[in-house]
């Protein structure tokens, strides 16, 4: 079998220790997700869902346990290195678009891809046959505040793969939809994955749409069963 493009192996964290606050989150929990997988994250509100992928994506480290990366481990690593794997190696979509408000859709789609390093060019052909996938070319020179909300999130799925990244992380991508559009917006979403072959890990409370994934992880009492 290919070797996963995300492990967690382990993997604890815990808020306020030693603190009234404390909290303990995550109590070893353990994941992989292998090229090409599609996996759904199920978990009551408050069970540590944002926690687990704010980890994963190395924008939080944990207590103890390993994450790995494309098989690079990434603990310990310095913060320059693990921002330089994120960049490469991750895409993020979140419950809300978070879009750039005076920059297009288009624009916002190349941001990152020239942050990169891609030339122009390149950078818009990218952007534009992303847009096309999702089925808004037409809407490429809109801002946000003149786009549906399914429209805002498909732009941010087009942002989030744009310098294709092996990794999808989402937190509730079609949370903040109605149901319908939901629907709509997240079969968009899955054929772009699908299309582009990379491995994703979505976190969701609907269970319709973690039905159309290849299998489901739930997150309970800080572990995945
Ligand atoms: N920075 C923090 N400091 C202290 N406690 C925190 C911090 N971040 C999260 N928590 C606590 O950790 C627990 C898990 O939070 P997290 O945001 O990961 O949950 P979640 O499953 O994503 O919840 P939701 O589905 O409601 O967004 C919660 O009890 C939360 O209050």
């Given at each position: 079998?290919?070797?996963?493009?995300?492990?967690?192996?382990?993997?604890?964290?815990?808020?306020?220790?030693?603190?009234?606050?404390?909290v303990s989150?995550l109590?070893?929990?353990?994941?992989?997700?292998?090229?090409?997988e599609?996996?759904?994250l199920?978990?009551p509100?408050g069970?540590?869902?944002?926690?687990?992928?704010?980890?994963?994506?190395?924008?939080?480290?944990?207590?103890?346990g390993?994450?790995?990366?494309?098989?690079?481990?990434?603990?310990?690593?310095?913060?320059?290195?693990?921002?330089?794997?994120?960049?490469?190696?991750?895409?993020?979509?979140?419950?809300?678009?978070?879009?750039?408000?005076?920059?297009t859709?288009?624009?916002?789609?190349?941001?990152?891809?020239?942050a990169?390093?891609?030339?122009?060019?390149?950078?818009?052909?990218?952007?534009?046959?992303?847009?096309?996938?999702?089925?808004?070319?037409?809407?490429?020179?809109h801002?946000p505040?003149?786009?549906?909300?399914?429209?805002?999130?498909?732009?941010?799925?087009?942002?989030?793969?744009a310098?294709?990244?092996?990794?999808?992380?989402?937190d509730?991508?079609?949370?903040?939809?109605d149901p319908?559009?939901?629907?709509?917006v997240?079969?968009?979403?899955?054929?772009?994955?699908?299309?582009?072959?990379?491995?994703a890990?979505?976190a969701?409370?609907?269970?319709?749409?973690?039905?159309?994934?290849?299998?489901?992880?739930?997150?309970?009492?800080?572990?995945?069963?």
């Amino acid at each position: 079998m290919s070797e996963p493009v995300l492990s967690l192996d382990a993997v604890e964290k815990c808020y306020n220790r030693g603190l009234p606050g404390e909290v303990s989150v995550l109590r070893g929990a353990s994941l992989s997700v292998a090229p090409g997988e599609v996996v759904a994250l199920v978990a009551p509100s408050g069970a540590g869902k944002s926690t687990l992928l704010h980890i994963a994506g190395l924008l939080d480290t944990p207590d103890s346990g390993a994450v790995r990366i494309a098989g690079a481990d990434m603990t310990g690593q310095s913060d320059r290195r693990r921002t330089a794997a994120r960049r490469a190696d991750i895409g993020f979509v979140y419950q809300f678009h978070h879009l750039l408000p005076e920059f297009t859709a288009l624009e916002n789609i190349l941001l990152p891809q020239l942050a990169a390093g891609t030339p122009r060019a390149a950078a818009e052909a990218r952007a534009m046959d992303l847009l096309t996938r999702v089925g808004i070319a037409p809407r490429a020179g809109h801002r946000p505040a003149a786009l549906s909300g399914g429209e805002q999130q498909r732009v941010a799925f087009c942002r989030a793969l744009a310098n294709r990244p092996r990794l999808l992380l989402a937190d509730e991508p079609t949370g903040n939809l109605d149901p319908g559009t939901s629907d709509t917006v997240f079969g968009a979403l899955m054929e772009l994955v699908r299309e582009t072959g990379l491995a994703a890990l979505i976190a969701t409370h609907n269970l319709d749409l973690a039905a159309r994934m290849d299998r489901t992880l739930h997150l309970e009492t800080g572990r995945l069963v």
